[in-house]
T-cell receptor, first 118, second 113 residues
Framework: AQTVTQSQPEMSVQEAETVTLSCTYD???????LFWYKQPPSRQMILVIR??????QNATENRFSVNFQKAAKSFSLKISDSQLGDTAMYFC???????????????FGKGTLLTVNP | ETGVTQSPTHLIKTRGQQVTLRCSSQ?????VSWYQQALGQGPQFIFQ???????GRGNFPPRFSGLQFPNYSSELNVNALELDDSALYLC????????????FGPGTRLTVL
């Protein structure tokens, strides 16, 4: 079974500084996708960034970037110039074809609660 | 463009009752997935609907069932509610051909007493 592990239950960072959230995953699949989602107290799950496993180049979205190490099955998220609005629970997720189906399902880690302090 | 919407926002039921949760997918999205998120945990995949049929299911009992309608909206039905069914239920939709990327609604908070 595919698993996603986030080893940091909580982290904090000062406003304007950089923080890195860790994620490892386990799969025997060769074709998959990785995501970081953000869930603020409003509980809406917001897509932050997407990485295709067959692409070596690390994805970047403005202040958010990933370090994707396929051999090590590692997928960390770096947030630069942290802002107060970045305070949220961050989930790492792995996307694979659903059992018995032709489409994809998401497998999530347990999340990392990030607090940005003023 | 309208995002994924869910109703109701909150719901309180008693053990043994039945509940129906509703989801309207984002414009143009034809695949809908449902997830259960217990307090302090990551979401867990319940099932997915595509072309009005179940297209993949997670480790949930048959009392969790669903429907998808021609306009791609969806319902999640849970029969014989148990206390452990208390959770945030999230609906996510995706575009044809890019179902790896899912966009979530705000969720329905279900409390079973």
């Amino acid at each position: 079974a595919q698993t996603v592990t986030q080893s940091q239950p909580e982290m904090s960072v000062q406003e304007a500084e950089t923080v890195t959230l860790s994620c490892t995953y386990d799969t025997s699949e060769s074709n998959y996708y990785l995501f970081w989602y953000k869930q603020p107290p409003s509980r809406q799950m917001i897509l932050v960034i997407r990485q295709e496993a067959y692409k070596q180049q690390n994805a970047t979205e403005n202040r958010f970037s990933v370090n994707f190490q396929k051999a090590a099955k590692s997928f960390s998220l770096k947030i630069s110039d942290s802002q107060l609005g970045d305070t949220a629970m961050y989930f790492c997720a792995f996307s694979q074809r659903a059992s018995g189906g032709s489409n994809y399902k998401l497998t999530f880690g347990k999340g990392t609660l990030l607090t940005v302090n003023p | 463009e309208t995002g994924v919407t869910q109703s109701p926002t909150h719901l309180i039921k008693t053990r043994g009752q039945q509940v129906t949760l509703r989801c309207s997918s984002q414009s143009g999205h034809n695949t809908v997935s449902w997830y259960q998120q217990a307090l302090g945990q990551g979401p867990q995949f319940i099932f997915q609907y595509y072309r009005e049929e179940e297209n993949g299911r997670g480790n949930f009992p048959p009392r969790f069932s669903g429907l998808q309608f021609p306009n791609y909206s969806s319902e999640l039905n849970v029969n014989a509610l148990e206390l452990d069914d208390s959770a945030l239920y999230l609906c996510a939709s995706s575009l044809p051909g890019t179902s790896d990327t899912q966009y979530f609604g705000p969720g329905t908070r279900l409390t079973v007493l």
